[in-house]
Each structure stands twice: as C-alpha cells, then as structure tokens.
C-alpha cells in the first residue's frame, strides 16, 4: 500500500480525523529530514502527501516533483503526483503520471485504478474498462476495481455487466464506503433496465448504510416517478433536501415530478432553484421552457429554449421542443416558421438525417407555407411512428395536403 493510500485508509478510519492538526507536524519534520539531507526523495513523497491531504495540491505536486527529479524511477511519486493532478481536474497529467507509473511497476494496481478513472472521465470507457480488468487481474478481491468497471459498463450501455461488477463489489466490502456507492449505482442499472423494484430495494440498503446518503433518497425518488407514484417520489425528493438542501440534482427531479403532476408552478419554482445553484446546465433551461409552455407562458418558453441551446447546442430535443412551438403555438404573435425551419432543420443533422422528428420539420415548413415539403415530411415521419402516434399523424398530414398548418389547442 503506498504512502497516500496508507494515510487515506487512516483518514477514512478516523484516525487522521484526530490527526487533522499533526499534518503541519508532518510538513515540519520531511521539512527538517529534507534540510539535513535534501537528497531524501521519501521525505518529499511523504511531505507532498501531508500536502494532499491539507488540499495544498499544487505544494503536493512541486514535492513529488522533486521526489521524481531525485530518483527518476520512483513510481509511487508518479502515481501521487497523478492523483494530485486528478485533484486538480487534470486528467492528462494524471493519465500520464499513472501510465508511467504502470511502466516503472507493472505490478502498480492503484496506478490502474487510478488511470481507469480518468479514462472515464474523458469517455474512453473502453480504455478505463481495460485498466480495470488490469487492476482485478492483478487483485481479484479489489471491491472498488470492480465498482469503477461497473461504472464504466453502465456508461456504454452494458448494463447486466455493470449490475454483475456491483454486486461483486459489494460481496467482496459489504460495509466498506464503496459498499453504498455501489448499491447506489447499480440501481441506476437496474432502473435503466426497467427494473424499478431492484432499483428501489437496492436504493433502501444503500440508506441503511447511510441515512444520510441524499443520491439513495434521489435514486429511490426517481423510480416511484417511473412507477407514476408521484406523490411518493415528491416525498423522497423532499427528504433528499433536508439532507441536502444545496442539491440541484434533487430540485431538478422534483421539478420534473411537479410537471408530470401538472403543478407547472412548483415545477418552475425548482427549476428556477436549480439554475440558481448550477446555471451552466441546458437541461434545466429546458424543461422549465417545457413547463412555461404548458402553462401558455410562451415568452418564458421562448427565453429558457433560446439558453438551452446556447449552452447546449449538441442535443437534439432541445430544438424539436422549440421549434414544435415556434411551428404550432396556438397564440400567434410567438409563431415564428422560418425560425421553426432552422431549428428543426439543425435537429434533422443531429440525428444523423433519421426520420424521428420528420414531424417536427413537417409542422415548420407547414407554419412556413411550403405544404408541399410539410406533405412530404409528414408521410416519412409516418413510416416511422409508433402505433399510438399514428392517427394524430394523419390527422397532421391531411391539414397539410389541404393547406393549412398544424396548431396546438
């Protein structure tokens, strides 16, 4: 185990909670041991890890640095200083660190684990899956190994996969602090598989571990409104809030709630709480332009599309929604059709030139007056529409062939 980790395991055991005050301690004797003898590359490893733990990144990595310069070959001041930088949100430093590490130590597990992470923080899931099946290679009873890689499983879709490397995560530390991320997370596969039940049971043990784990609450939250119980999905929102009063995440989840209930001003109220805490986020712009709209505020609509797709422009629904408005409001003077044709044109390409919002382009060159294209566009979105969406297809498409637009009562 190396130095950092030895002195992480004691802190999440508590023994450096009692130890908080000593770190400046540490510093002051590798200070001394580094000024009797400035060639002790431990001192400054073990100097730049009392760093770590204070959050004194930057002073963390200056020392590993000095470690690396004095003996080139020490490959737990590699891995540290690359921890340090993941701290420090650099995953290319971090992957660089840890892959030299590897080459100093194949044998180096943590310098997997640590690697694999940052691949997947940059989306090479298949890479981090890769290093992860490294690091359990080399130690089958590692629990977060097989948690990370079920992560990485998740995020590509593979979602038996993932819930397989949960529940060995969580065979192998059944109580350790992986054990309720791990609950956590494969309930998010579960719930991804439509598995509401599991997700909700495994949701539960996580909160027996932690009654203050707010993501349980949010998690299980989640589920009851996928099960169409709202009221009881509002509730778990709620008590993620007492715990976590701050929580975007759990304020956005309710608003969605709130707007499935048909309470669109509660909805707003959390969206608008939402963007206070994280204002940088499309989706929230989003979904309350959607409330707005339902209400028939379509100037609050207008507004929140608008920022949704200045912040995120690479997402498809957030031009169908708005140009699904500009295309078939009910209330003229927001009806605008050769915007409409640009948005729903732009969200055409993002699709990959698919047919799953012809609709959509249909309506906007309908609102446009090009009948013709409307017409077109609307047969093609026909042949791909489920069978509940058939007859108000065709209802669309005869307005069209006789020349008039499509309009939202």
Not at 41 to 63: H, L, M, N, P, Q
Not at 276 to 291: E, F, H, Q, S, V
Not at 330 to 351: C, F, I, N, P, W
Not at 375 to 398: G, H, I, N, T, Y
Request: net charge neutral; glycine share 4%; proline share 3%.
């Amino acid at each position: 185990m190396t130095i950092l980790a030895r002195l992480l395991t004691k802190l999440r055991s508590g023994i450096l909670r009692r130890e908080v005050s000593k770190y400046d301690e540490i510093i002051a004797e590798c200070s001394e041991a580094i000024r009797v003898d400035p060639h002790d590359s431990i001192a400054y490893v073990k100097r730049g890890t009392a760093w770590a733990c204070k959050g004194e990144y930057d002073k963390a990595i200056a020392d590993y640095s000095e470690a690396i310069h004095l003996d080139p070959k020490h490959a737990e001041a590699y891995y540290n200083r690359g921890r340090a930088w993941a701290e420090k949100d650099d995953c290319d430093k971090s992957i660089m660190d840890c892959t030299e590490a590897i080459r100093l130590d194949p044998q180096f597990v943590n310098a997997y684990l640590g690697r694999g992470i940052n691949w997947h923080k940059h989306g090479e899931y298949d890479k981090a899956i890769a290093d992860f099946n490294e690091a359990i290679r080399l130690d089958p009873k590692d629990a977060k190994a097989y948690y990370n890689r079920g992560r990485a499983w998740k995020m590509t879709r593979e979602y038996d996969k993932a819930i397989a490397d949960y529940t060995e995560a969580l065979q192998l530390a059944p109580q350790s602090a992986v054990a309720k991320h791990a609950l956590y997370t494969r309930s998010l596969a579960w719930a991804e598989k439509g598995e509401y039940d599991n997700a909700i049971a495994d949701c539960t043990d996580a909160i027996r571990l932690d009654p203050k784990f707010a993501y349980a609450y949010i998690g299980r939250g989640r589920c009851w409104h996928s099960k169409g119980e709202y009221d009881k999905a509002i509730r778990e929102f709620n008590k993620a809030l007492r715990i976590a009063p701050r929580s975007a995440y759990a304020y956005h989840n309710r608003g969605d709630t709130w707007v499935h209930k048909g309470e669109y001003d509660k909805a707003i109220a959390d969206y608008s709480e939402t963007i206070r805490l994280d204002p940088l986020d499309p989706r929230t712009y989003n979904n309350r332009g959607i409330a707005s709209k339902l209400k028939r505020d379509y100037q609050s609509a207008i507004a929140d599309y608008t920022e949704a797709i200045r912040l995120g422009p690479d997402t498809v629904t957030r031009y169908t929604a708005f140009a699904w408005l500009l295309a078939t409001c009910s209330d003229e003077q927001y009806r605008d059709g050769a915007r409409a044709v640009k948005l729903s044109e732009k969200a055409y390409t993002l699709t990959d030139f698919t047919d799953t919002y012809s609709h959509v382009l249909a309506a906007a060159y309908a609102e446009n007056g090009n009948f013709a294209d409307a017409v077109s566009w609307q047969r093609r979105a026909l042949d791909v529409a489920a069978p509940d969406e058939k007859a108000d297809m065709v209802a669309a498409l005869e307005l069209y062939k006789t020349g008039k637009p499509y309009r939202e009562e």
